[in-house]
């Protein structure tokens, strides 16, 4: 089955700067990455995702980019504020299989801190 | 308010008990997916069932199962409750289809601890 790695576990940063969190998957069939953020006492909550025939996708601050060759995506947050502590994870699916499960498969999840 | 809702929030058993969790999903998704969360293994995925009828499993305890309803909701049993079995337990749904993937949203998870 699938097998995503998450790195790192634990990452803080000054307010401002930017965080990158980095994911890889083992399942060359996957085609589908989400990004969900979980804050303390809530459930993750999708935040960004993208599809295999895209290869970076951006929104306000935060950004994906996929690499299928190396089987790995990462999440780039810029110009971080202190509302982005959370807990981050990566996931990975494979989508479009006509009625078969799209169950993601997450990672272990990085802790981000953004110091003020 | 995410839409997906579940009960209940907390949960305190005895080891040896049943418990029961419940989830509503989003207006409109037809497939409901259940996830454990402990600290050292993070998000694992259960099982997942799709307009009635389980679509797939993971590494789901046999003393583990679960249903989803004609009106969708789904309920989770959990039996012969050990002390490992202590952690946050997700409900996500979603608008999926036979050819689509809209990815998940989560409820905000029911706290089980069994003592």
């Known amino acids: 089955g699938e097998n995503v790695e998450q790195h790192p576990s634990t990452l803080s940063v000054q307010e401002g700067d930017s965080a990158v969190i980095k994911c890889t998957y083992s399942d060359s069939a996957s085609n589908y990455f989400p990004w969900y953020k979980q804050e303390l006492g809530k459930g993750p909550q999708l935040i960004i995702d993208?599809?295999?025939?895209?290869g970076e996708k951006k929104d306000q601050r935060i950004a994906v980019t996929l690499n299928k060759t190396a089987k790995h995506f990462s999440l780039h947050i810029t110009e971080t504020q202190p509302e982005d502590s959370a807990v981050y994870f990566c996931?990975?699916?494979?989508?479009?299989?006509?009625?078969?499960?799209?169950?993601?498969?997450f990672g272990k999840g990085t802790l981000l801190t953004v110091n003020p | 308010d995410s839409g997906v809702t579940q009960t209940p929030k907390h949960l305190i058993t005895a080891t040896g008990q049943r418990v029961t969790l419940r989830c509503s999903p989003r207006?409109?998704?037809?497939?409901v997916y259940w996830y454990q969360q402990s600290l050292d293994q993070g998000l694992q995925f259960l099982i997942q069932?799709?307009?009635?009828?389980?679509?797939a499993k993971g590494n789901i305890l046999e003393r583990f199962s679960a249903q989803q309803f004609p009106d969708l909701h789904s309920e989770l049993n959990l039996s012969s409750l050990e002390l490992g079995d202590s952690a946050l337990y997700f409900c996500?749904?979603?608008?999926?289809?036979?050819?689509?993937?809209?990815?998940?949203?989560f409820g905000s998870g029911t706290r089980l601890t069994v003592v």
């Open positions: 996500a749904s979603s608008a999926r289809g036979p050819s689509s993937n809209y990815g998940y949203t």
């Open positions: 996931a990975a699916s494979i989508e479009g299989s006509g009625g078969s499960n799209y169950k993601l498969t």
């Open positions: 069932y799709y307009n009635g009828e389980e679509r």
């Open positions: 993208i599809r295999s025939n895209v």
């Open positions: 207006s409109g998704d037809l497939s």
